[in-house]
C-alpha cells in the first residue's frame, strides 16, 4: 500500500486545488468529517478548504482518495483489471426502463433509475446517493429511498454534485450513539448505491481500496460516462449564447451524447458540437482522463444508442447479476433480443465508448503536459 509520509491537505492545496485540477468531489472533506477529524470543510466557492488546520492530523489519508492524485491508481486498475481505454466490461447493451413515468423524466432511457427501483423494493440497498436538482441550475446530492423519491432525480445535471460529501455528513449524522438507534431506526441505512461521475466513482474505490469508513456504506456503484461537466451559468455567458443561440430561460432538458443536445421550449432542438462545448468545461475536467467510469460495477451513457435508450455496460459479475435481476423482473428491456442484431450492436457501442474514452485520454494528456511546461 502507498506510504503518505509528510503529506497532508497543504498538497491538495498546492497540487490539485492552486492548480485548477480540483473537480469539487468532496472525496477529501468527506474522509475528513465522517471520521470526525473536522479540519476541512466546503467553501463558499464550492472547493474544499480548512475549516480547523489545527485539527489536521497530517496524515494524507485526503491527497490519497483524491481522484485527482495518482496516488493508488495502479492498485485501483489491477483491483478491477482496468484495461486501456475503457475498463474491464463483460457485457454491454442498449436498454430502457418499462416504466413510463420513468422514461417521461429521464435522461436517456431511465436505465439508473429503474435499476435503482429494484434494487430498493427488492430490499438489497437502503437507499441511492443520486442528485437533486436545486433551483433553476443547480444541483446537490440525496439520498432517495423510494421510487417517488428517484422519480424526482431522474434526468441529468451536468454541473457537479459534491456527492461524496453527502455520504460523509449522512455516516457522521448516524455516529453518535443515541443519533444513531434513532436514525437507524428511521432510516435503518446500512447499504447504499451510488451513482456518480468517474471522479465520484473514483474517490470512492481509492477509500474502499485503503477501508475507510464510510465508503463500506456504498455496495453497488453505477458510472456515468462522462466527457465534461459545465454549468448553465456558463453556457448562459452571454459571448457563447449569442454564438450559439441559445436562450437559457427557454431550455427544457439538456442532454450530452456525441454532441450537447439542448430541447427548447419552442419544440426545436440545438447541438452543439462538442468541442465548442469544451471551451466552457471546468478546468479539472479537461485534465481528467476517465470517461467510461472504469471503476464502477456497472457504468452508463447515452452515446451509441438511439434516443429513448441508454447505453449499458456491465463491468463485473455483481454488475451482471444486478442487472440480469431487473430485466427478469421486468424493471428494464435491453432493445434487441436477437443474438445476431445484438452482437452487430455491440461492436458498434464498444468502438464509440472507445473513441470518446481515447479522445478524453489524449486531451487529459495534453492538459497535464502544459501544466508541466
Ligand atoms: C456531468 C455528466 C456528464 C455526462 N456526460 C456524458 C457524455 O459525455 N456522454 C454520454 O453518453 N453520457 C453522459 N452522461 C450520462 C447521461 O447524461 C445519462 O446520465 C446516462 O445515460 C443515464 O441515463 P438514464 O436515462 O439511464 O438515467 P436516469 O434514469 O435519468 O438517471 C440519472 C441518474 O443520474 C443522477 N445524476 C444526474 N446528474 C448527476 C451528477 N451531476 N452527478 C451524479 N449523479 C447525477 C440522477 O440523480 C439520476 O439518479 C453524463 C452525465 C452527467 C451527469
Ligand atoms: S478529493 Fe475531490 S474535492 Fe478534494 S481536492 Fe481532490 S478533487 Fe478536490
Ligand atoms: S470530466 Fe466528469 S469525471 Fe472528470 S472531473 Fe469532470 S465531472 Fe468529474
Same mark, same amino acid.
Given at each position: 500500500?502507498?506510504?503518505?509520509?509528510?503529506?497532508?491537505?497543504?498538497?491538495?492545496?498546492?497540487?490539485?486545488?492552486?492548480?485548477?485540477?480540483?473537480?469539487?468531489?468532496?472525496?477529501?472533506?468527506?474522509?475528513? &468529517?465522517?471520521?470526525?477529524?473536522?479540519?476541512?470543510?466546503?467553501?463558499?466557492?464550492?472547493?474544499?478548504?480548512? &475549516?480547523?488546520?489545527?485539527?489536521?492530523?497530517?496524515?494524507?489519508?485526503?491527497?490519497?482518495?483524491?481522484?485527482?492524485?495518482?496516488?493508488?491508481?495502479?492498485?485501483?486498475?489491477? #483491483?478491477?483489471?482496468?484495461?486501456?481505454?475503457?475498463? /474491464?466490461?463483460?457485457?454491454?447493451?442498449?436498454?430502457?426502463?418499462? +416504466?413510463?413515468?420513468?422514461?417521461?423524466? *429521464?435522461?436517456?432511457?431511465?436505465?439508473?433509475?429503474?435499476?435503482?427501483?429494484?434494487?430498493? =423494493? &427488492? /430490499?438489497?440497498?437502503?437507499?441511492?446517493?443520486?442528485?437533486?436538482?436545486?433551483?433553476?441550475?443547480?444541483?446537490?446530492?440525496?439520498?432517495?429511498?423510494?421510487?417517488?423519491?428517484?422519480?424526482?432525480?431522474?434526468?441529468?445535471?451536468?454541473?457537479?454534485?459534491?456527492?461524496?460529501?453527502?455520504?460523509?455528513?449522512?455516516?457522521?449524522?448516524?455516529?453518535?450513539?443515541?443519533?444513531?438507534?434513532?436514525?437507524?431506526?428511521?432510516?435503518?441505512?446500512?447499504?447504499?448505491?451510488?451513482?456518480?461521475?468517474?471522479?465520484?466513482?473514483?474517490?470512492?474505490?481509492?477509500?474502499?481500496?485503503?477501508?475507510?469508513?464510510?465508503?463500506?456504506?456504498?455496495?453497488?456503484?453505477?458510472?456515468?460516462? @462522462?466527457?465534461?461537466?459545465?454549468?448553465?451559468?456558463?453556457?448562459?455567458?452571454?459571448?457563447?449564447?449569442?454564438?450559439?443561440?441559445? @436562450?437559457?430561460?427557454? !431550455?427544457? #432538458?439538456?442532454?450530452?451524447?456525441?454532441?450537447?443536445?439542448?430541447?427548447?421550449? &419552442?419544440?426545436?432542438?440545438?447541438?452543439?458540437?462538442?468541442?465548442? !462545448? =469544451?471551451?466552457? *468545461?471546468?478546468?479539472?475536467?479537461?485534465? @481528467? +482522463?476517465?470517461?467510461?467510469?472504469?471503476?464502477?460495477?456497472?457504468?452508463?451513457?447515452?452515446?451509441?444508442?438511439?434516443?429513448?435508450?441508454?447505453?449499458?455496460?456491465?463491468? /463485473?459479475?455483481?454488475?451482471?447479476?444486478?442487472?440480469?435481476?431487473?430485466?427478469?423482473?421486468?424493471?428494464?428491456?435491453?432493445?434487441? +433480443?436477437?443474438?445476431?442484431?445484438?452482437?452487430? =450492436?455491440?461492436?458498434?457501442?464498444?468502438?464509440?465508448?472507445?473513441?470518446?474514452?481515447?479522445? #478524453?485520454?489524449?486531451?487529459?494528456?495534453?492538459?497535464?503536459?502544459?501544466?508541466?511546461?
Amino acid at each position: 500500500m502507498e506510504k503518505n509520509i509528510g503529506i497532508s491537505f497543504n498538497n491538495l492545496l498546492t497540487e490539485v486545488i492552486g492548480k485548477d485540477l480540483c473537480n469539487r468531489c468532496g472525496g477529501c472533506v468527506s474522509f475528513c &468529517s465522517a471520521n470526525g477529524i473536522n479540519a476541512l470543510e466546503i467553501g463558499e466557492d464550492g472547493y474544499p478548504k480548512y &475549516s480547523d488546520q489545527e485539527k489536521c492530523l497530517q496524515g494524507g489519508i485526503c491527497y490519497l482518495i483524491c481522484p485527482q492524485t495518482k496516488r493508488l491508481e495502479e492498485e485501483l486498475k489491477q #483491483k478491477f483489471d482496468a484495461k486501456f481505454p475503457i475498463g /474491464n466490461w463483460i457485457d454491454v447493451f442498449s436498454a430502457r426502463s418499462t +416504466d413510463i413515468d420513468v422514461k417521461k423524466v *429521464a435522461t436517456d432511457g431511465g436505465v439508473v433509475t429503474s435499476l435503482l427501483s429494484y434494487l430498493i =423494493e &427488492s /430490499n438489497k440497498i437502503d437507499g441511492a446517493i443520486v442528485s437533486k436538482r436545486i433551483g433553476a441550475c443547480g444541483n446537490g446530492p440525496t439520498i432517495a429511498t423510494s421510487k417517488e423519491e428517484l422519480l424526482e432525480t431522474a434526468g441529468s445535471y451536468y454541473s457537479e454534485a459534491l456527492h461524496l460529501d453527502k455520504l460523509g455528513s449522512e455516516y457522521k449524522s448516524c455516529f453518535p450513539v443515541i443519533k444513531v438507534i434513532r436514525e437507524s431506526a428511521k432510516k435503518n441505512m446500512k447499504k447504499l448505491a451510488l451513482v456518480g461521475t468517474p471522479c465520484q466513482i473514483k474517490a470512492i474505490r481509492k477509500m474502499q481500496l485503503m477501508n475507510i469508513v464510510p465508503s463500506d456504506m456504498v455496495i453497488f456503484t453505477i458510472g456515468l460516462f @462522462c466527457l465534461q461537466c459545465f454549468t448553465l451559468e456558463d453556457l448562459a455567458k452571454k459571448e457563447f449564447a449569442k454564438l450559439h443561440n441559445i @436562450c437559457i430561460d427557454d !431550455i427544457v #432538458k439538456v442532454n450530452i451524447k456525441d454532441k450537447l443536445i439542448l430541447n427548447m421550449k &419552442s419544440g426545436i432542438c440545438i447541438h452543439v458540437p462538442l468541442d465548442v !462545448i =469544451e471551451k466552457i *468545461a471546468r478546468p479539472a475536467c479537461i485534465a @481528467c +482522463d476517465d470517461f467510461a467510469n472504469d471503476y464502477a460495477d456497472i457504468s452508463v451513457g447515452g452515446i451509441g444508442s438511439d434516443e429513448g435508450f441508454t447505453t449499458v455496460l456491465i463491468r /463485473n459479475s455483481l454488475g451482471r447479476e444486478i442487472y440480469s435481476e431487473a430485466l427478469y423482473k421486468g424493471y428494464i428491456e435491453n432493445k434487441h +433480443d436477437k443474438c445476431m442484431h445484438e452482437k452487430v =450492436e455491440s461492436n458498434y457501442l464498444i468502438d464509440i465508448i472507445k473513441e470518446f474514452a481515447i479522445r #478524453k485520454k489524449a486531451r487529459a494528456q495534453a492538459r497535464l503536459n502544459s501544466l508541466i511546461k
